[in-house]
């Protein structure tokens, strides 16, 4: 674990090369393709079992090309990120957002105001009950979910609407625990060509 005058958390982290050897290579992969280490990773790697965890539930959720597109999973993230005032979160996926959906507006208007940004119907529905799950699941009943469907949603994708605002409701909490700080590089991501 090192201390820097930024700290990536205030439980310290790890450094890639600290890390057990299969969470090295697996987060290999993810430093290959953006070029960075995530902060996320160092900060959850203090504890090996439970970064293995979120890295499967993570993966089973977000990198599925079944129900749900990458770009609205990650519509999902952002915008309840944004109503939970999880800065690394909003930070971190409104760059991968901006990717996926190829458009450089579009995560900072979903995470700064995910009730009224204007979306296509079905990004509605999307947001409309990723929110709610989000804020109120207590009070979400079959009208809602029958909105869902309305807009065009299957159940698989409910599901995953349901299931990745659950995990990011978890990881939104984590990063306020710890005070996870975004990497700067994730700022830039998708609004400038990529070099």
């Known amino acids: 674990m090192s201390a820097s005058p930024h700290p990536v958390s205030r439980f310290g982290h790890v450094e890639l090369e600290d890390m057990p050897d299969d969470l090295r290579k697996r987060i290999e992969k993810i430093t290959e393709k953006s070029g960075f280490v995530p902060n996320v990773f160092r900060a959850l790697a203090r504890r090996p079992a439970e970064l293995r965890a979120f890295l499967d539930y993570h993966d089973a959720l977000m990198d599925s090309d079944v129900g749900l597109s990458r770009a609205e999973r990650e519509l999902v993230v952002v915008a309840t990120s944004g109503a939970n005032n999880c800065t690394y979160c909003v930070v971190a996926h409104g760059a991968i957002l901006r990717v996926r959906a190829k458009d450089a507006e579009i995560a900072d208007r979903v995470a700064t105001n995910p009730w009224g940004v204007e979306l296509s119907p079905r990004e509605r529905a999307i947001v409309d009950l990723a929110l709610l799950v989000a ?30 605002t659950a995990l990011f409701a978890m990881s939104n909490r984590l990063a306020h625990l710890t005070a996870l700080r975004p990497n700067p590089e994730f700022f830039l991501m998708g609004r400038l060509p990529r070099i």
């Open 135 to 164: 804020t109120d699941s207590a009070s979400l009943t079959d009208a809602e979910l029958d909105d869902a469907r309305i807009a065009g949603l299957s159940e698989d994708e409910i599901w995953d609407v349901g299931a990745i």
